[in-house]
């Protein structure tokens, strides 16, 4: 797929639709889902808040496990960004943790409107297997994704590359092609752009298959 990088998106409006304890609850399929998803405490409700440029839309949390249910939002009355809880330790427990695992792979595998899964990681760290292995899942299920490295305000660029040539190289060992890769962070914006304008190249291209 040609990606444009000329082409900007401007968030226009951002609304809270529902949240959702089950697949049945969710909106129905009637526009492109942009899902994210990643291990607790990823940064995820930062990213949301940043990339819509609404402080307050998905909550902000110091307690990994906060997202409980799945939220969607509707961004300019034309696609949805999902919101699922995260996956990994929780002070919730073993059992509400399987709770949210059921939840989500129900939504992932049946959903047939979603355009493309972001899997967030924390660039701060090595390779875990809890994300490699959850990326493997997604490739074996035939699910779109792209992954989305966060936090790398913290870390030297040197640092920071290192890190994340690190996860391509060990996708690599597997994969016989990555899958597109992003960098971002909410305190200094970084990614945003590049993001959004991901998103609306999608979107182009689902309008012009139509």
């Known amino acids: 797929m040609p990606f444009n990088k000329n082409k900007k998106m401007i968030i226009r409006s951002a609304n809270f639709v529902k949240s959702s304890a ?5 909106p129905e399929h009637n526009l492109p889902e942009y899902v994210f998803i990643g291990r607790s405490n990823v940064g995820k409700s930062s990213l949301i808040n940043m990339l819509t440029g609404i ?12 997202t409980q249910l799945i939220n969607h939002f509707e ?61 493997d899942w997604l490739g074996a299920n035939g699910i ?5 490295f966060t936090k790398t305000d913290k870390l030297k660029p040197a640092v920071l590359t290192a890190n994340i040539e690190a996860y391509k190289n ?21 990614g945003k752009e590049e993001i959004l304008n991901y998103i609306d190249q999608i979107n182009t291209d689902l309008e012009l298959t139509k």
């Not at 129900?106 to 972001?118: D, G, S, V």
């Not at 779109?144 to 989305?148: E, L």
């Not at 092609?177 to 992003?182: G, Q, R, T």
Request: with cysteine; proline share 6%.
């Open 55 to 66: 402080n307050a839309l998905a909550k902000v949390s110091g307690t990994p496990g906060k």
């Open 22 to 26: 089950e697949l049945q609850q969710c």
């Open 144 to 148: 779109p994704f792209a992954i989305i």
């Open 75 to 135: 961004i300019n009355k034309s696609w949805y960004l999902v919101d699922l809880p995260g996956y990994g330790f929780t002070k919730t427990g073993k059992k509400q943790r399987a709770v949210f695992a059921d939840m989500n792979t129900k939504f992932i595998t049946n959903r047939e409107n979603i355009a493309c899964l972001f899997v967030l990681i924390d660039s701060r760290h090595e390779p875990q297997s809890i994300d490699t292995t959850f990326v």
């Open 170 to 190: 060990h996708l690599l060992e597997t994969w016989e092609e990555l899958p597109p890769i992003f960098t971002s962070s909410s305190v200094n914006r970084n």
